[in-house]
């Protein structure tokens, strides 16, 4: 057989727009934004805060950095507890570390994969301040019941849309749902900006407290420091792709759903008992941004011979999150009673690339290939 190009899980599309913006950005000679200089992050901001249709949008140089400054823009730090999933990309929990706080681990529902509301209650302890629920594969986290848990004990929700760009929940725009949410723009998400990240908010006190943050805590005059700080800001660079990427991003996620429609007319000949395929439940718009389908009679082992045999065929579907934060080194030492969806959807998930590059055939090779790839490994186990 010819050697075929690996069909990758995600792939950043960039085009004469991302490059004529770069180009005025460094014909221009400023390249940052510090002291009120260069447009392109003013601008960006403005236009994703109006996609989000949040009032206010503070961009950041990566999505973790996002998720840190606002755990620290809520007033979280040493003695803090936060409820977070442990079924998620490890920078949830690491910001809430950063932070000086501890993350307290939630199970997740076993059908979306997303922090389980009927579980918070559960986690809670008299020192809990904040939740972060994470949109997990592009599909919103069921906001409402953890919006009015918030509500109930005087937490902050500070929502991880890293994933989730473009996705609704009560046909709501994710972004101005939660008291902040955070965005990324690494090359495999929804949209890029190479490296960085977002914070929406529609709360003024919670934009100020970003907006300082990101730049060592100044206020107004740069080289004035009214708290402590990082650098946090995005360059001006970045945020000129990002204003293209925003453009796109319509027709990107538009590309997105359809692939995903497709892949599930071809998948769903299969037996629910050889695999689950992705849900959308009622009020929970995906941005579709990972494919992922479940194998309920799989254990790791046999999860990942799927993925082998995907991969031979020139498809690189993989797992997100083969290890669950709790288990790793630096993590094991925080609260994680009861993770026992958590721990099975670790050893049984697999995702599909769903992202907008893709043609028809390619989506058919998809499907074909991963039909026979776990009717195969089942039938042998
Ligand atoms: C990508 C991602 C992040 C971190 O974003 P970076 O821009 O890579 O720092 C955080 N949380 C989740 C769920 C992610 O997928």
């Not at 538009?254 to 429609?261: I, L, M, S, V």
């Not at 892949?263 to 992922?292: D, F, V």
């Not at 254990?299 to 083969?322: D, F, W």
Request: a positive charge; charged letters at 25%; hydrophobic letters at 40%.
């Amino acid at each position: 057989m010819k050697a075929r190009q690996m069909i990758p899980i995600n792939v950043p599309i960039i085009g004469e727009e991302e490059i004529r913006l770069v180009l005025e950005v460094l014909k221009s000679g400023v390249l940052t934004s510090r002291a009120g200089s260069g447009s392109m992050v003013a601008k960006f901001e403005e236009e994703f805060a109006k996609f989000v249709d949040a009032k206010y949008a503070v961009a950041a140089n990566s999505g973790t950095a996002a998720l840190h400054m606002a755990l620290l823009a809520a007033g979280i730090g040493p003695g803090d507890d936060v409820l977070v999933p442990s079924f998620t990309f490890v920078a949830t929990a690491e910001a809430v570390v950063l932070a000086g706080a501890r993350p307290i681990f939630v199970d997740i529902e076993p059908e979306t994969y997303c922090i389980d509301p009927t579980k918070l209650e559960d986690a809670l302890t008299e020192k809990t301040k904040a939740i972060i629920p994470v949109d997990l594969y592009g599909l919103p986290a069921d906001l409402k019941p953890i919006l009015d848990f918030a509500e109930e004990h005087d937490l902050t929700v500070i929502e991880d849309a890293a994933q989730a760009h473009g996705a609704e929940y009560n046909n709501r725009k994710i972004g101005s749902v939660s008291h902040m949410t955070c965005f990324s723009f690494y090359p495999s998400k929804n949209m890029t900006t190479g490296e960085g990240g977002m914070v929406t908010t529609n709360i003024e006190e919670y934009a100020e407290k970003l907006r300082a943050i990101r730049s060592h805590g100044e206020k107004g005059d740069t080289y004035y420091s009214v708290m402590v700080g990082h650098n946090y800001r995005m360059p001006e660079i970045p945020a000129a792709i990002g204003l293209a990427q925003l453009k796109k991003l319509p027709k990107f996620l538009k590309k997105r759903r359809e692939n995903a429609e497709a892949l599930t007319k071809g998948l769903k000949q299969l037996e629910p008992s050889l695999a689950k395929l992705p849900k959308e439940p009622k009020g929970r718009r995906h941005s579709w941004y990972l494919y992922t389908i479940r194998l309920p009679w799989a254990k790791a082992e046999e999860r990942n011979r799927v993925i082998q045999r995907l991969r031979s065929e020139g498809i690189a579907a993989t797992t997100y999150y083969q290890t669950p934060i709790h288990k790793m080194p630096p993590y094991k030492k925080y609260p994680s009673r009861n993770l026992k969806e958590t721990e099975k959807a670790a050893q049984q998930v697999l995702s599909l690339p769903t992202h907008p590059a893709l043609n028809k055939k390619q989506l058919n090779h998809i499907t074909k290939a991963t039909k026979e790839a776990i009717k195969n490994i089942s039938y042998h186990k």
